[in-house]
């Protein structure tokens, strides 16, 4: 069913193509959404060899990502926001209304380099490439977008959808849910003292959320810039950023933090921080000191909660919901957030 829906999707961009196959790229990666790559015969009249079609998906992973907005995030993002920034990203083909979210058909990317997030990015990777990629895009946005809860601006259109400061807009019920699930299915990858410093995050949320959005200028961000989510140019290294369903406006910060914390072994993580840090600020235009950069850290810290609660459907899910937490809360532990929260 779903791969005749990216058939469908694939079809109604390009009617004039014929469909040689579809291939299902998830391999594991997806929890919101599910990808294919479909292949066209040869044309004389041009176009793309192959194409990517994202959709949404059924279940409780996708009745979450419905209820959060996070498929018309995306939509807003490649049709009015990306165009505007200082970002690489996969060309927007088409968006097309389906039942379960809008459907994406994009510039295909098999052919980039692609690192697996379980096996954790490099220092030049991290550091060199996407640390100064995530500087320019934050730069970028700084003088044209500007937002509240409800609108962004961008090049004198406004548009809905949105969010600011997503550390204040966690749910608190759902973040105590999360706790739970820690002790419960992750407490042989969580260990007691991570787990205390959870629940000690969780508890002090509206400080955790202040601290938070005093941790640089307010910029439009990616919202979940990992391994997974982003490929590098072939020709030029460059990262090229996929899977914009969490942006957000808040401290450009959130989404360093976030690429350390997801997608680094905290050894590697511990080597480059500061270096990480230095080429983000110089790249965004900004001085940003080493606690705004640990306050940014709480944004993965109190997401990853939402995290151990997704429905692992496969062995790679479960060892990428296992990997995050584990990366994650070892750098809370490091870099004592709930020691920075209680000052």
């Not at 594991?28 to 994202?54: D, H, Q, T």
């Not at 970002?87 to 994406?104: N, R, S």
């Not at 946005?141 to 259109?157: F, L």
């Not at 629940?199 to 601290?211: E, G, K």
Request: with cysteine.
């Amino acid at each position: 069913m779903t791969m005749q829906r990216a058939r469908s999707a694939a079809t109604a961009t390009f009617p004039d193509r014929t469909i040689r196959s579809v291939e299902d790229l998830n391999r594991g990666r997806g929890v919101f959404s599910e990808v294919y790559r479909v292949e066209f015969e040869p044309s004389a009249g041009g176009g793309p060899v192959s194409i990517a079609v994202k959709l949404g998906v059924e279940g409780p992973n996708g009745d979450a990502a419905r209820r959060s907005g996070a498929y018309d995030r995306e939509a807003l993002a490649y049709r009015q926001l990306l165009p505007h920034l200082d970002v690489h990203a996969p060309t927007c083909h088409a968006v097309i209304d389906d039942p379960l979210g809008p459907a994406l058909v994009l510039e295909d990317l098999s052919a980039h380099r692609i690192v697996d997030q379980l096996d954790g990015l490099s220092p030049d990777d991290a550091v060199a490439r996407i640390a100064a990629a995530l500087g320019r895009l934050h730069r970028s946005s700084r003088p044209t977008v500007a937002t509240d809860d409800k609108s962004a601006t961008n090049d004198g259109a406004t548009v809905s959808g949105v969010r600011s400061n997503t550390v204040a807009g966690l749910d608190p019920g759902a973040l105590r849910l999360g706790l739970a699930t820690l002790a419960d299915r992750w407490s042989d990858t969580v260990s007691p003292g991570e787990l205390a410093a959870f629940t000690r995050l969780v508890d002090a949320q509206d400080a955790v959320a202040a601290r938070f959005a005093d941790a640089g200028p307010s910029v439009l961000c990616h919202g979940d810039p990992r391994a997974d989510n982003l490929v590098f140019r072939p020709d030029d290294g460059q990262p090229v950023f996929f899977d914009w369903q969490q942006i957000a406006q808040q401290p450009g910060v959130g989404d360093l933090a976030w690429m350390l914390a997801t997608s680094l072994e905290p050894a590697t993580r511990r080597t480059v921080e500061h270096d990480a840090l230095a080429t983000y600020g110089a790249a965004a235009g900004i001085e940003i000191d080493h606690d705004s950069l640990r306050a940014g850290f709480a944004l993965p810290a109190l997401a990853v909660l939402f995290l151990a609660q997704r429905q692992a459907v496969d062995a790679r899910t479960t060892a990428f919901i296992a990997t995050s937490l584990r990366r994650i809360a070892q750098a809370v532990l490091d870099l004592d957030l709930v020691g920075l929260i209680d000052c």
